[in-house]
């Protein structure tokens, strides 16, 4: 994958001699960086204001974009779980990516959707423990 000044993603095969997928508009300025994520299926792009999540294989983006909370731009990593963002100021913003780990940190937290809570928000399925279902 590259990226460029006019905020645009391109997805190439290993090479970089054939383009995978049309030029994705990432940003409104230009693409600073683009991390991948270790255990793959995504990466994310870097601009001057946010940080957009991509599916690798889909080419397409996942979820909102996050926006950047300063002036300078920050430094972005991966752990095995959550994407870093490491502020100039030293503030350190973690984002759990990976689905086993945030629905087992919303489990820890919140604890699993009762009967009653099943029924108003997925009325059409019989129940099931959410924290079970995922190790929780």
Known sequence: MTGDVSGRVTFWNAGLRERLAPP?????????????????????????????????????????????????????????????????????????????????AICARNGALSPAQWRIHIPELPYMDTCAVRGG
């Not at 508009?25 to 994310?44: C, D, E, K, R």
């Not at 889909?58 to 752990?79: C, H, Q």
Request: glycine share 8%.
């Open 24 to 104: 994705r508009i990432a940003h409104a300025s230009s693409v600073t960086a683009l991390v991948p994520y270790p255990p793959g299926g995504m990466f994310a792009s870097v601009s001057a204001d946010e940080i957009s999540l991509w599916e690798w294989h889909g080419y397409r983006r996942l979820g909102s974009d996050i926006e950047l909370t300063s002036d300078l731009v920050p430094i972005v990593a991966f752990n095995r779980t959550s994407l870093l963002i490491s502020y100039p100021d030293g503030r350190l913003v973690e984002i759990t990516v990976d689905p086993d780990a945030a629905a087992g």
